[in-house]
């Protein structure tokens, strides 16, 4: 391919000949910034092309466009989120304004439209040479999903239209002229130009003043919102219906209003959107629901308030979603009730702010605070049938059947309803809600209960003759006939559990979900821990294992890859690609398996590797997916055979400059008899005669990550694993199982007892070891202090020091109570606090503060939606009371995990400066000397010595 200019080929980067880990920088804070990662990534139907962003922590990203037959590349600076387009003849992406331009930007504070903005590119693929188009200040752009050679996007509307070339747009059909000025503000959005590509034809038409634009599937037809100024008086405001080959517009609403929810069918022939003619200062707005079809002169009102089957006071919802059944003779939407107008006699500061909380509401004000927005917005499924000439609606759901799901992608007659009303009170201490369903006739709403208070999951079929099940007290899957209305046990008496059999906190175990269902819901296919069974949901014959025992037998869990994102159901004999994950070794792979076939699950790759985000071509057998070790970074592969796929991209040559580390499995036997593993990681240069200080991470379990890539990163808050190995630390990551009632003691029983092995090793400094960990991993921390002396320096991040006072208190991120979290999930206490006081007393470490000597420093912010910073606060002034070493870091208005990033490199030298200064024995900073003062917050950080 001959590359047009500007172009650059992509070289193979070699790593210097030479260069040993002796000789190796360690990582510092200044390599943050330039440590890349591989974004987008998207390969084209033909399976010709692939393209794939190559992101730095900080600054600006490039976009390789590969050619994979003749393996010529071609380089954006800057180009992000590629689309291939249907016929893979052209790849449209964003061209990003430079990081230093928009930083530029955000130190003089400029307004929002004053900022740097994004452009747009086109390249053709194929031929000789390449064809590049670079268009500015694009806010948008979109392709059709099944169609070819349309390429629309809106761009700002500039202040004096001096645009050229290409042919004028067609006036609409009612005679008003397309071609106006100054955008308007319908709904808030700000009006632009929408440019219309004929890609194939190189044609271009422009339609000003537009706010939303949809195209439908087979890129036939665009939908506009189109908002002239009102000084205009040609533009005609409204809704446009654009046909891409005749290049010109029909008018389906014409005024100004408010337009939403915009959906085609399938076959791109009717359309349907809310709209209301309202004006956007009255008090109340009320939405209909339009319709039109090829063939009418205009978009008509198919439901409005007074449409019979419309429940009293409602009304067309704006925020209900709107969509039509696959086969195109249903159309769904949202209805709500009417919001009583705004009382502008009110005057606000004269009235009182006031929260109630009542013991009935079926969610604390917390929660309803939070969940504001969403309630506001909140729709009901509805129903019409636009082909039946009945001029009515169905509501199908209402306050007493919130969820509604259709079947068969809305061609069912009859769809599922559920609701958890009764019983969202007990959500506070059992963290999740019993559900009920029903059975609901689409064309009369009429409901049939299925199954009462399932504590579980349900699971509809792709074709709507079943629903099923997961009861989690039962531990069993059902399915329900819909048609014959039998409910029968599909799972019971299986040699094997299909919920995780390594559950170990206070709990029913979750199940493992199902990997697809059999063409006419035949057969559906469940997962235990690591194989796969055909189940029959009719009950009529038995359950088959496809995979015939060998996930079991090597313990190598199998899982099926959803390569086709519009697959609904697998076919007769099709091959499945399994993805492979072995307990034993943490190696990765891939298994074909054919279905109906003799021979069971075939290995295609296996080995010591982490795999990523595996895609195939649409229209043809090629592949592209991420490969990584903890020594090699996830770069980008593709090809025909995932065993010998090509590597593409070279992300990250600048590591072979670096002392890196070796991970590997070590294996312990706990104090309670227990054998366990964790993640050993050494570094680079490592010296079997040296002995080395080491840091213990840890948070549940950790081993499965053994061959994953750990990028040199400022931290939100956990171990930066790869900076403190390059610098000459050994770590631990060690795994831990938990005993109902005594998480502490069993993070004591994992996590000392795997310190202790690993200081027997003749190269670990078994008097200089140092611990942290980040919430759960925070919590572990702060009990292990207080149970041993063993550790010379600590580090929780967002630790519970007082399970008794954080019991009651609020996940502010979420707005629910923390009780559930102690009587069935994480925290594994498995009682209420009045029914087991001692318990929450044993496992809180304020209570057993005297006994620690390890200095200890804390992380817990202000703004934590996660854990209360109280609790930090409780360890801090515990440990400050009885003159025990201890500092704490809250980084105003942030999060459980730090954000920002500013702040995470701040974080990320304090934590250095910390275990060097306790471990190492270097000089400690100012902050860990002195602290600094609120005096000189801002001017000195405290990182001199």
Request: proline share 7%.
């Amino acid at each position: 391919m001959k590359l047009s200019p500007g172009w650059l080929l992509s070289l193979t980067l070699l790593l210097p000949a030479g260069l040993n880990a002796q000789s190796k920088k360690p990582l510092d804070h200044s390599v943050y910034d330039g440590w890349q990662s591989i974004g987008t990534k998207a390969i084209s139907n033909n399976g010709k092309w692939v393209a794939y962003t190559i992101t730095p922590q900080e600054g600006d990203a490039t976009l390789v466009v590969r050619n994979l037959e003749n393996r010529q590349e071609m380089t954006v600076p800057r180009g992000a989120a590629p689309v291939f387009t249907e016929d893979s003849r052209y790849v449209v992406f964003s061209i990003k304004p430079f990081f230093k331009d928009v930083r530029q930007a955000r130190i003089k504070k400029k307004a929002p439209d004053q900022m740097p903005k994004d452009s747009m590119g086109v390249i053709l693929l194929g031929g000789e040479k390449s064809i590049y188009l670079a268009v500015p200040n694009v806010r948008s752009f979109k392709t059709p999903e099944k169609g070819s050679g349309l390429l629309a996007y809106l761009i700002d509307a500039p202040k004096t239209d001096t645009a050229k070339g290409g042919k004028k747009p067609a006036p609409a059909k009612d005679g008003s002229d397309a071609d106006e000025d100054t955008p308007g503000k319908p709904g808030g959005a700000e009006a632009g130009h929408l440019v219309i590509m004929d890609l194939r034809k190189a044609t271009a038409d422009t339609v000003k003043s537009v706010t939303a634009y949809t195209l439908n599937k087979p890129g036939t037809k665009i939908a506009l919102v189109v908002n002239p100024p009102k000084k205009d008086t040609l533009g005609k405001a409204g809704v446009w219906l654009w046909d891409v080959q005749n290049r010109a517009a029909d008018t389906l609403s014409r005024g100004q209003g408010t337009f939403a929810q915009f959906a085609f069918d399938e076959k791109g022939q009717q359309l349907a959107y809310a709209g209301s003619r309202d004006s956007a200062k009255a008090p109340q707005k009320f939405f209909s629901l339009y319709y039109f079809r090829t063939g009418q002169d205009s978009a008509r009102i198919a439901v409005n308030r007074g449409t019979p089957g419309m429940p009293a006071k409602w009304a067309v919802s704006e925020h209900g979603n709107i969509n039509f059944s696959k086969n195109g003779t249903a159309l769904y939407f949202g209805t709500a009730p009417v919001a009583p107008p705004k009382d502008t006699t009110i005057v606000d500061f004269e009235v009182a702010k006031v929260d109630i909380w009542h013991y009935k509401d079926d969610y604390l004000q917390t929660m309803q605070l939070r969940n504001l927005t969403r309630e506001l917005n909140k729709s009901y499924a509805a129903a019409y049938f636009p082909a039946g000439g009945e001029n009515r609606m169905t509501q199908l759901g209402n306050p007493d059947l919130e969820t509604f799901v259709q079947l068969d992608e809305g061609n069912a007659p009859y769809g599922i309803g559920y609701t958890d009303k009764e019983h969202r009170v007990a959500m506070q201490w059992t963290g999740n809600t019993a559900k009920t369903a029903y059975l609901v006739n689409v064309r009369t709403g009429e409901r049939k209960l299925i199954k009462d208070d399932l504590l579980g999951y349900f699971y509809p079929s792709p074709q709507g003759k079943y629903l099923m099940w997961f009861d989690l007290p039962a531990g069993e899957w059902f399915s329900y006939d819909i048609a014959g209305g039998a409910t029968r046990s599909i799972s019971k008496g299986m040699p094997v559990k299909m919920a995780d059999e390594e559950m170990d906190m206070p709990d029913y175990p979750r199940p493992y979900m199902p990997s697809g269902w059999m063409e006419g819901d035949k057969y559906v296919y469940l997962n235990d821990r690591y194989d796969i069974w055909q189940t029959d949901p009719s009950g009529k014959t038995p359950p088959v294992m496809i995979t015939q025992g060998l996930g079991r037998k090597t313990r190598t869990e199998l899982r099926n890859v959803k390569l086709d994102r519009e697959e609904r159901y697998f076919k007769p004999k099709q091959t499945l690609l399994l993805r492979a994950f072995n307990d034993s070794t943490r190696y990765g792979g891939y298994y074909s398996l054919q279905l109906g076939g003799k021979k069971g699950p075939q290995q295609i790759v296996m080995g010591p590797y982490a795999y990523l985000a595996p895609e195939k071509a649409k229209d043809a057998n090629v592949y592209t997916f991420q490969r990584q070790t903890y020594v090699a970074s996830p770069d980008v592969y593709a090809g025909r055979d995932i065993a010998t796929a090509e590597r593409l991209s070279a992300i990250n040559p600048q590591q072979a400059s670096y002392n890196w580390g070796t991970a590997e499995l070590f294996s312990w036997a706990t104090y309670n008899g227990k054998t366990t593993e964790g993640i050993v990681y050494k570094p680079e240069d490592f010296d079997p005669k040296k002995k080395y200080p080491v840091l213990i991470y840890f948070y549940e379990k950790l081993t499965d990550g053994l061959y994953s890539y750990q990028a040199p990163a400022p931290t939100p808050s956990r171990l930066n694993i790869s900076f403190f190995v390059s610098r000459g630390y050994v770590v631990l990551a060690p795994d831990i199982r938990y005993e109902e009632g005594h998480p502490g003691k069993s993070a004591y029983n994992y996590i000392v007892s795997g310190a202790e092995a690993l200081a027997r090793q003749p190269w670990i400094d078994k008097d200089n070891i140092g611990i942290q960990g980040q919430s759960w991993g925070g919590y572990q921390v702060c009990y292990l202090i207080t149970a041993t002396p063993m550790f010379k320096a600590a580090w929780a991040g967002a630790p519970v020091a007082n399970m008794t006072s954080a019991y009651g208190g609020i996940r502010w991120e979420s707005g629910m109570n923390r009780q559930f979290q102690y009587e069935h999930t994480q925290s594994r206490i498995g009682a209420t606090l009045w029914e087991k006081p001692e318990l929450y007393i044993e496992n809180s470490p304020l209570f057993h503060l005297p006994k620690v000597t390890t200095p200890l420093a804390i992380m817990h912010n202000d703004a934590d939606g996660a854990v209360p910073w109280y609790q930090g606060i409780e360890m801090f002034t515990g440990l400050r009371r009885l003159g025990k070493p201890v500092w704490m870091l809250n980084y105003n208005n942030e999060a459980h995990n730090l954000i920002h990033r500013q702040n995470r490199k701040d974080i990320q030298i304090r934590e250095q400066q910390f275990f060097d200064h306790f471990l190492k024995g270097a000089p400690a900073p100012q902050w860990l000397k002195n602290g600094v003062p609120a005096v000189e917050k801002g001017r000195n950080w405290g990182f001199d010595y």
